[in-house]
């Protein structure tokens, strides 16, 4: 699968200047948070980009999401199927994972009478 001919130059004119080469800001560069902000802004709604954090990967913003909600002996609800890996995160921070169904047949919509019980 053969890359763009803008996405190979773009990424060349980078490794060249030597602007963005060896580790960068654990939340992202401020320019890509800032192209985030501004394409997530909405009137009434804009983003900065103070806003926004880059992760490296699905783990790491689960990581973060997870231990910005809740704290050591809290708790928090996840969806049943759902991504082990919400479990396995929560565990490592000692918070105590509670499930709740989707309904396969409702297009995976929440069981509210599931989660109310």
Not at 3 to 30: D, I, M, Q, R
Not at 47 to 74: F, H, M, N, P
Request: glycine share 8%.
């Amino acid at each position: 699968l053969k890359p763009p001919t803008e996405v190979v130059e773009a990424v060349k004119l980078s490794l060249e200047s030597g602007s963005n080469n060896g580790y960068g800001p654990s939340t992202g560069f401020v320019t890509a948070r800032q192209a985030v902000a501004d394409h997530i802004s909405v009137p009434g709604g804009e983003v900065t980009a103070d806003d926004v954090i880059l992760c490296s990967g699905c783990s790491c913003a689960l990581d973060i999401a997870i231990s910005a909600i809740a704290d050591a002996g809290q708790n928090i609800l996840v969806p049943r199927p759902g991504f082990p890996l919400y479990t396995t995160l929560a565990a490592g921070l000692e918070i105590e994972t509670r499930e709740y169904n989707l309904l396969p047949d409702q297009d995976w919509e929440v069981d509210l009478e599931h989660m109310e019980s």
